[in-house]
């Protein structure tokens, strides 16, 4: 657990990861953040929804898109409770986010500072700023307990 208060934005990413795993899916959540106010929040829903792109970021921008009334989230913040995958990654390319903040790295799927590493493509039309590790702990713990109680 961390040492001090999370951030509002990941602790209500990392309570929309909890009903994530509530719902039988990987517990992922996002959320969208434009001057200090909420405007979009998600989990990952792909089993519910029958949809393979139902990432939490992927539903998180689609939510803030819509709210804003346009494709670009220039101006906007994502916080993520897990480090995106390429699709992720892509669609906050296109998205124009500002920032990205992520709980924990994923070795495996992330295409930050993992893998693919997205943002750092020569061909990357946009980079946001990313900031990794806020509330590591509590996302990796849910990411744990949903992944043994399935085994």
Same mark, same amino acid.
């Given at each position: 657990?961390?040492?001090?208060?999370?951030?509002?934005?990941?602790?209500?990413?990392?309570?929309? /990861?909890?009903?994530? #795993?509530?719902?039988?899916? +990987?517990?992922?959540? =996002?959320?969208?953040? &434009?001057? *200090?106010? @909420?405007?979009?929040?998600?989990?990952?829903?792909?089993?519910?929804?029958?949809?393979?792109?139902?990432?939490?970021?992927?539903?998180?921008?689609?939510?803030?898109?819509?709210?804003?009334?346009?494709?670009?989230?220039?101006?906007?913040?994502?916080?993520?409770?897990?480090?995106?995958?390429?699709?992720?990654?892509? /669609?906050?390319?296109? #998205?124009?986010?500002?920032? +990205?903040?992520?709980? =924990?790295?994923?070795? &495996?799927? *992330?295409? @930050?500072?993992?893998?693919?590493?997205?943002?750092?493509?020569?061909?990357?039309?946009?980079?946001?700023?990313?900031?990794?590790?806020?509330?590591?702990?509590?996302?990796?713990?849910?990411?744990?307990?949903?992944?043994?109680?399935?085994?």
């Amino acid at each position: 657990m961390t040492r001090w208060p999370l951030p509002e934005p990941m602790r209500m990413a990392l309570e929309a /990861a909890a009903c994530a #795993a509530a719902a039988g899916e +990987v517990p992922i959540g =996002a959320v969208i953040v &434009k001057q *200090g106010v @909420v405007i979009a929040a998600a989990h990952n829903s792909p089993r519910e929804d029958h949809d393979p792109t139902a990432h939490a970021e992927v539903l998180a921008i689609r939510a803030a898109a819509a709210a804003l009334g346009q494709e670009r989230l220039t101006g906007c913040d994502l916080w993520v409770t897990l480090e995106p995958c390429a699709m992720c990654a892509g /669609a906050i390319v296109h #998205a124009r986010l500002d920032r +990205v903040y992520y709980a =924990a790295s994923d070795p &495996k799927g *992330g295409a @930050v500072e993992h893998g693919a590493k997205v943002f750092d493509a020569p061909g990357c039309l946009h980079r946001p700023e990313v900031y990794s590790g806020i509330g590591e702990g509590e996302a990796a713990d849910l990411l744990r307990t949903f992944f043994r109680e399935r085994r």
